[in-house]
């Protein structure tokens, strides 16, 4: 997959200077070639890391379109080994530092591609596409009307379960913006946790006993497909 990226984005920088939004026109690109994978292995930088117990815009995306987030273990580089000697071998043959243009490094890229692909051969003697025939006949195809809500809606329900201080206003800070839970809760533990069918945010005790419900304005499909979920649209937002 790196083929795809590196000729556009290796330019500026770095992926951490890169926004989802780019990363994601990439992917797209990719899932068109391949079709769609089941689950794609992520480091913990952005545009993919948690912040503070919220999932980030490009996972909410990726799930929506059915494809499963698993994250690499905090300093743990061996987990993607596979990925980075890919990665070394490519830098090695298409000698980007050799290359006067991006047009150059891209055609580059496309023919390292097509070697890792075709002839370069894996520990067993074979290609990736002998050993991989779904990377040729991926019935999983890539279109942007599959992006399904209801599956982000699931994923949120079972994954969001994270405790916040309530602050002295009252309030906890929550995707951008700020949930009014009560000035008698200050200084004190809650936990939210997102509610499929009402589409609603739940605070609750640490007892479990819910205090308020709060309508999620920001899971729609509209805000997910733009990356605009964690984006501050409401300074504060009662029940």
Request: aromatic share 10%.
């Amino acid at each position: 997959m790196a083929h795809f990226f590196q000729g556009s984005i290796s330019p500026l920088g770095s992926l951490s200077q890169v926004g989802a939004e780019e990363v994601t026109r990439k992917l797209c690109e990719v899932f068109r070639v391949f079709g769609m994978p089941k689950e794609l292995r992520l480091d913990n930088g952005q545009p993919w890391k948690w912040v503070q117990g919220i999932p980030s815009n490009m996972e909410l995306f990726l799930v929506g379109y059915g494809v499963g987030c698993s994250f690499n273990k905090p300093h743990c580089p061996k987990e993607n080994a596979k990925v980075e000697r890919c990665n070394g071998t490519t830098q090695r043959w298409i000698e980007p530092a050799e290359c006067s243009t991006y047009k150059q490094i891209q055609r580059r890229l496309n023919r390292s591609a097509y070697v890792h692909l075709n002839n370069y051969p894996l520990g067993n003697g074979q290609t990736r596409t002998e050993k991989y025939k779904k990377l040729t006949k991926n019935k999983r195809q890539f279109s942007k009307d599959n992006f399904s809500l209801p599956a982000v809606q699931k994923f949120l329900e079972e994954r969001i379960r994270h405790t916040r201080m309530v602050e002295n206003s009252g309030t906890i800070r929550w995707y951008g913006g700020r949930l009014q839970v009560g000035c008698q809760y200050a200084k004190r533990h809650v936990i939210v946790t997102y509610n499929a069918q009402e589409n609603s945010w739940v605070i609750s005790d640490e007892s479990g006993k819910q205090i308020k419900s709060f309508s999620a304005i920001e899971i729609t499909q509209e805000r997910v497909l733009s990356f605009s979920v964690s984006k501050n649209f409401e300074k504060s937002r009662s029940v």
